[in-house]
Nanobody
Framework: QVQLVESGGGLVQAGGSLRLSCSASGRSFSSFAMGWFRQAPGKEREFVAAISYRGRATNYADSVKGRFTISRDNAKNTVYLQMNSLKPEDTGVYCC??????????????????WGQGAQVTVTS
């Protein structure tokens, strides 16, 4: 069974940092782009960041550029999201996801077919 499991969420004050991890099991995602999305209460799920299958290319939402960094370790089948200078508006459930197709680099929700359950990130002011 294919699974993506997020960890590393929590409660942090504004200006602080968190690192999320997304571990894959059941298959290798080394040939798939991976992404992070978030959903705040009462809002739609939105794109945060994506990384190509080899990790050579990344893409970020404008709201997190310069503060968040996505990376991956294919040997460990794990994707990371380092979040610095956190703001209250970063609060939400963060989910990692794998692209539906190999060797692509996309950022729309509908492009991703395997999703984790999510990790809660709460940033207090």
């Amino acid at each position: 069974q294919v699974q993506l499991v997020e960890s590393g969420g929590g409660l942090v004050q504004a200006g602080g940092s968190l690192r999320l991890s997304c571990s894959a099991s059941g298959r290798s995602f080394s040939s798939f782009a991976m992404g992070w999305f978030r959903q705040a209460p009462g809002k739609e799920r939105e794109f945060v960041a994506a990384i190509s299958y080899r990790g050579r290319a990344t893409n970020y939402a404008d709201s997190v550029k310069g503060r968040f960094t996505i990376s991956r370790d294919n040997a460990k089948n794990t994707v990371y999201l380092q979040m610095n200078s956190l703001k209250p508006e970063d609060t939400g459930v963060y989910c990692c996801a794998a692209d539906r197709y190999e060797y692509t680099m996309r950022s729309r929700r509908e492009d991703f077919g395997t999703w984790g359950q999510g990790a809660q990130v709460t940033v207090t002011s």
